[in-house]
């Protein structure tokens, strides 16, 4: 696994204000392990922030403490200034319309050419 100092101090905060935000709500380690559906040593794991604990059982504990909306909303679109303004770099300068066929019997020939070695334009 890849060390990032900057990624495990955000998860330790991450643990230790889960802790705080259960102790707050009067939750124990027992009844949240039971209703995340882990163990209390996965559960203490999470509240010290150790980033091989799946991701899931992270989302879970959120679940409980009724912040996983804010989980959800981390990244969404809406509230990605970095990924709007790089999409909008690539937008096209114009649009263009489509494209109308002419149908073959309103060319200036009047007809389309059967073989395509007739074709003068090929």
Do not use: C, W
Not at 23 to 47: F, H, P, Y
Request: no cysteine.
């Amino acid at each position: 696994m890849i060390k990032s100092f900057r990624v495990e101090s955000v998860l330790k905060k991450l643990g230790k204000d889960m802790s705080d935000a259960r102790k707050r709500r009067r939750i124990s380690t027992i009844l949240m392990a039971e209703r995340v559906g882990i163990t209390r040593v996965t559960l203490s794991r999470i509240e010290k922030g150790d980033p091989r604990v799946n991701m899931g059982a992270y989302a879970m504990v959120l679940h409980v403490l009724g912040k996983l909306d804010d989980l959800e909303m981390l990244v969404d679109r809406t509230r990605d200034p970095l990924g709007l303004d790089l999409m909008d770099e690539i937008l096209p300068q114009r649009i263009r319309s489509p494209h109308t066929k002419i149908p073959a019997t309103s060319r200036s020939e009047g007809k389309a050419p059967k073989n395509p070695s007739e074709n003068p334009h090929a």
